[in-house]
C-alpha cells in the first residue's frame, strides 16, 4: 500500500452547530485518499470570555504552523472573532464563489457559477463615522493599493485557473478618486496579464446585467462593500444565503498567498445545535476549497460536485426540505465521493 500525504489543518471550534460542522468534516476528510491531520483550537464564546488572549494566541500558532485553517461559526458577544481574526492574521482579500445548486428551488432560471473576490478591508467599513451637529454625519472611506492589488491580482490568478476573463467593478465614475484608484490598480494588474480579458462595469448596471444574465459573469473583483452586496445578491439568486463558503487569504510582501481560512457563510444556528439537524453543505464546501488551494485541486472539485450531485440526488436535510440529519447527509456525500472516486481511478 503507498503512503498516503500528510494534510496539515488547523481547526477553529466556535459555538452551537459548530461540533456537527466539525464532525462532518472529519467524517468526509477520513473518506479521502489523504492523511488529513486536524489541530484543533477552541474559540468558543466560553474559552473567549475566560481566556481571550490565549485563545487567539492559539489559532495564530496553529495558524502560522499549518498555513491553512478551517473556521467553523462563533458567536459575537463583545467582539467579533472574525473581525480579530480578520486584523490578526492581516486577511486582506475574501473569495466568494457561488454557484446555482441543482434541486435548490430559485426565482430566476439563469445559471449562476461566480466568483466573486473582494478587498477584506477599508472601503466604508473601517469608519463607523460620526456625527457632526444634529443634523449630520460623516464617515471615512478608504482604498489602499496594497489589498487591491492582492484582490485583483488572485482574481486574475482565478480567472487563469478556469480559463474565464475578469470584471473589476466600482463607482468610478462617482467615486473618482477611490474607486477610480481601485480601478487604476485592476488595470495595472491586467496588464501583466495580457491573456486574460479584463473590463470595468459600474456597479449599479452590473447587478442589473448580471440577475438579467449572469452566464455573463465568472470572476467579478471589487471593493470591500460592493462585494459584500454582491455576495448576497448572487446568494439569493441560487436561492441560499446560509449555504455559501468562502476564503480569506493574507498575503506575502512579495504577493504570494501565507495564511489562509475557510469557513461557512452561516451562523452558529443555536436553535438546533446538538440536533444533529444542522446541513453540513457549505462547511463541506468551504473544505473542498481548503483541498484545492492545498493543491488537491482534483479532490477539491470532486467533492465540490459529491455535495452538489448528492443534492440534486434529493437526498437533503430538512431546510432543504428534505429528511437527513446531519450525519445521514454526511454519509451520503461520502458514497457519493466514493463512488466519483473509484470512477476516477478506474
Ligand atoms: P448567529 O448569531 O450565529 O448568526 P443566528 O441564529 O442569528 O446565529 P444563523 O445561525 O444564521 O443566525 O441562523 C438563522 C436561521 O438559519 C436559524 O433558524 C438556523 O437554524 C438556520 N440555519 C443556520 N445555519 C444552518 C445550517 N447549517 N443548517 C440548517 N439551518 C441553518
Known amino acids: 500500500m503507498t503512503e498516503r ?16 460542522l466539525s464532525d462532518s468534516i472529519h467524517k468526509v476528510a477520513s473518506c479521502l485518499p489523504l492523511d488529513v491531520r486536524f489541530h484543533p483550537v477552541d474559540l468558543s464564546l466560553e474559552r473567549r470570555r475566560t481566556d481571550p488572549k490565549g485563545s487567539y494566541k492559539d489559532a495564530e500558532d496553529a495558524i502560522r504552523a499549518h498555513g491553512v485553517a478551517m473556521k467553523y461559526p462563533t458567536v459575537t458577544e463583545t467582539e467579533s472573532p472574525n473581525k480579530v481574526l480578520r486584523e490578526r492574521f ?11 445548486i441543482p434541486g435548490v428551488p430559485t426565482r430566476h ?10 478587498i477584506a478591508v477599508g472601503g466604508t ?18 482604498i489602499e493599493r496594497k489589498p487591491s492589488w492582492h484582490a485583483n491580482q488572485f482574481a486574475f ?4 485557473r478556469i480559463g474565464s476573463d475578469v470584471v473589476s467593478t466600482s463607482k468610478y465614475t462617482i467615486q473618482k ?26 456597479f449599479d448596471a452590473l447587478l442589473a446585467k448580471m440577475i438579467m444574465r449572469p452566464e455573463d459573469y465568472s470572476v467579478v473583483v471589487c471593493p470591500n462593500e460592493y462585494g459584500d452586496f454582491l455576495s448576497d445578491a448572487a446568494c439569493g439568486m441560487i436561492g441560499s444565503i446560509g449555504l455559501g463558503a468562502s476564503a480569506n487569504y493574507a498575503f506575502t510582501e512579495g504577493g504570494d498567498i501565507s495564511l489562509a481560512m475557510f469557513d461557512p457563510a ?10 444533529n439537524k444542522c446541513n453540513p453543505t457549505a462547511a463541506i464546501w468551504a473544505f473542498a476549497m481548503l483541498l484545492t488551494h492545498c493543491g488537491f485541486r482534483g479532490l477539491g472539485s470532486m467533492l465540490d460536485a459529491a455535495v452538489r450531485d448528492t443534492i440534486a ?17 454526511t454519509k451520503a456525500v461520502c458514497a457519493t465521493m466514493q463512488t466519483e472516486l473509484t470512477g476516477a481511478a478506474s
Open 125 to 142: 467599513y473601517e469608519d463607523a463615522g460620526r456625527r457632526i451637529g444634529t443634523e449630520a454625519a460623516v464617515s471615512v472611506r478608504v
Open 109 to 118: 432560471t439563469g445559471k449562476v457559477d461566480l466568483h466573486i473576490i473582494r
Open 266 to 275: 452561516g451562523g452558529t444556528a443555536p436553535d438546533i445545535a446538538g440536533m
Open 5 to 20: 500525504e500528510v494534510l496539515n489543518v488547523a481547526e477553529f471550534h466556535g459555538d452551537g452547530i459548530s461540533k456537527e
Open 90 to 100: 492581516d486577511f486582506s482579500v475574501i473569495h466568494r464563489p457561488v454557484k446555482s
Open 313 to 329: 440526488s434529493g437526498q437533503t436535510t430538512a431546510d432543504l426540505g428534505g429528511t437527513l440529519s446531519t450525519d445521514e447527509f
Open 177 to 202: 478618486e477611490t474607486d477610480g484608484f481601485f480601478e487604476e490598480i485592476a488595470e495595472e494588474v491586467a496588464a501583466l496579464h495580457p491573456d486574460i480579458p479584463h473590463r470595468s462595469e459600474l
Open 157 to 160: 490568478h482565478q480567472a487563469k
